[in-house]
């Protein structure tokens, strides 16, 4: 095991009806003047943000509205937030929705007491401070609620890139499973196809021996396999809601990671069908994971053979483990498709044309990327090629 | 799933030689002048307290030594060290230790700024508030270094109890399996039986459809069942001291309890054995735990079928599931028997005719404990008659 540091701070508020208390909790971690930051009209139409401000209201906390965040958050609203709050004198921001509102109030929350560009931490740099910020979720699925990363989209160029650090871990994140009962099921699957990603993204390392973070992973996965199918029939399914959504959390905040390398390969490969497709982050990963998988397997057979025994209920093939792994990574796909997500280019709308573009826009030039297996321009359009042609 | 709080913001700081930067986290942490709380000579011997001494002063960190806790922490320590604070202005307490000196710690730590007796907290009341803490961890067992949880014997009346609050998690914790390595192999044991029981007492409840947790704490004891033998064979086998380690953590900071009921009675009824005998906790825990399984099992038979396939991997009998139910708390008597915990009394060196003091000092007199299944005080005898009698 590798040494690491693990640190989630974030005081987690789950259940019925929580978001009522949210007025309390952006004064207990000390926000008094705050942005209350949000997406499209759904937050306004179902009631969730009059209920948010009444609470608000009745702390006595005053707010700042910034709707209007996008699915895979644009740069151009983080420089609207960042202006609002040193002019407003904001000193906290209240995300109100899903991971996009989420990753774009971090960024603003970045960019307030910054005086570059706040694009340098989605180019590298560390942020050292940044406006703390709560959460009130409304997808499970990103699991920026409970992580210190932010994923945003720069419009020049569309290039889609990530910031990491603990100070813009959230503060608080209430987590209302009854919130998601209203998502339509393709967005439902394509969050659970997320959470799985984000766990498939840890699973699979060249660091031996972290037995307490493989049965954690897989903890995460047996969860979603049993959940997810209930909740595409059943919207309203409670139970099945609250356990998604707290799994969500859990696999993100990166304790289903500690103690060994990680290999991000497959969320770098989909931002670009995301980017240039503006398709859902999930569906894209629905496409990419298993193709990814298949490519690398390989690489090691035996720690394949071992998630599709233990995840996917699979016979182990003494004889040729190959082919058990092999079976793990068809029942991945299958059951990626059963909750309606797509499974090539053409379910997702995207063309085999664009590849020679996507490969590019992915940006290793001559290099490699790091991870489980290292891969190369060749490598990331062989990738891309499999789920030209993936069929069940 | 029952509505929750999870709030652990403990930073955990894990791996080889990680106590050399002690110093750092106490300074980062608001630390300046400390109270240095130990237990026996081990630490002392070992070369650890200088090496923690020698990252201090190199911070410029003041500190007051108060060694001398023991096993079963007494409130006679606890009363002294709160002198100790009080009077040298002490603002940041380092524990070095295993579960009981961080126990002492945190008992310390809610008494400095409390106008009343400490032992009030250990009565019922809640803490608001508390010095600052921090750990070193020398054993996994407790759980202490990641939980709000502190457990004091009061040396009038040998009475043991316990007091909880989010002002006694730790601010941050240094994890170092190599400081384990040296232990005997049964205080390894006794600290992997606290680990699975603190995992069982969460596993056991009336809460339906928590699946998430569920799979949580299966992740724990199959880790604990994989890891364990290896450090009895090897102590000093690294990779395994790390799963343990880390696992002993992640169980009891509660992210394997939130959304549900839990049951601590074992606890309790343990706790009586370790007051009268001051036997190690985890011995007691495993003669209790299993006795107890065999107590309550008609309550859920279908509960404790699934443990026993998913963990103990017994075939699932579909005709008796009590047939499985059964063979699951057998695996488990035999997995403590395998790692050199004791089955019985008399293997404890426990005395029948002490049951019903051990009653009496349970304390519940005709009333019930709450829980999984509700014990009166005859139940309490039964299950201490089980232990009595207990065999392979």
Not at 97 to 113: E, F, H, L, N, T
Not at 132 to 138: A, F, Q, R, S
């Amino acid at each position: 095991m590798k040494n690491f540091n693990f640190y989630s701070p974030t005081e987690f508020v789950f259940g019925k009806e929580r978001e009522n208390e949210c007025g309390q909790y952006v004064r207990k971690h000390g926000g008094s003047k705050i942005l209350l930051h949000f997406g499209s009209n759904s937050a306004k139409k179902s009631g969730l943000l009059d209920r948010v401000k009444q609470s608000l209201e009745k702390e006595g906390i005053a707010y700042v509205e910034l709707g209007g965040v996008q699915p895979n958050p644009h740069d151009s609203l983080v420089y609207k937030g960042i202006e609002i709050c040193r002019k407003e004198k904001i000193d906290f921001i209240l995300a109100v929705g899903g991971g996009s509102v989420i990753d774009s109030a971090k960024a603003i929350a970045m960019g307030v007491p910054y005086d570059g560009n706040f694009w340098d931490f989605y180019s590298g740099k560390k942020p050292a401070t940044a406006l703390p910020i709560g959460t009130v979720l409304t997808i499970a699925a990103a699991g920026s609620e409970g992580s210190g990363d932010s994923v945003i989209t720069k419009e020049d160029g569309m290039l889609k890139r990530g910031a990491s650090g603990d100070c813009i871990r959230p503060k608080f994140s209430i987590l209302n499973p009854q919130l998601t009962c209203t998502l339509p099921a393709y967005q439902t699957a394509c969050g659970a196809t997320d959470i799985m990603a984000h766990t498939f993204e840890r699973y699979f390392t060249n660091t031996q021996e972290v037995e307490i973070t493989d049965r954690l992973c897989e903890a995460i996965l047996l969860t979603m396999i049993k959940e997810t199918p209930r909740v595409i029939q059943d919207p309203n399914n409670y139970e099945a809601r609250a356990n998604i959504m707290w799994a969500g959390m859990v696999c993100h905040n990166n304790i289903t990671g500690v103690g060994r390398e990680q290999d991000w390969n497959s969320h770098g490969i989909e931002h670009e069908l995301s980017a240039l497709y503006d398709c859902a982050h999930g569906a894209g990963l629905a496409v990419i994971m298993p193709a990814w998988m298949e490519y690398v397997m390989q690489h090691d057979v035996m720690r394949f053979a071992q998630v599709a025994t233990r995840v996917w209920g699979c016979q182990m093939n003494f004889q040729h483990p190959e082919v058990t792994a092999k079976e793990g990574i068809i029942a991945f796909r299958r059951f990626l498709s059963s909750i309606g997500m797509p499974i090539n280019f053409k379910e997702l709308g995207a063309k085999g044309e664009d590849i020679p573009l996507l490969v590019k826009s992915f940006g290793i030039g001559e290099g490699e990327t790091g991870g489980f297996v290292h891969l190369k321009k060749k490598d990331i359009e062989n990738i891309y090629t499999i789920v030209l042609n993936a069929s069940l």
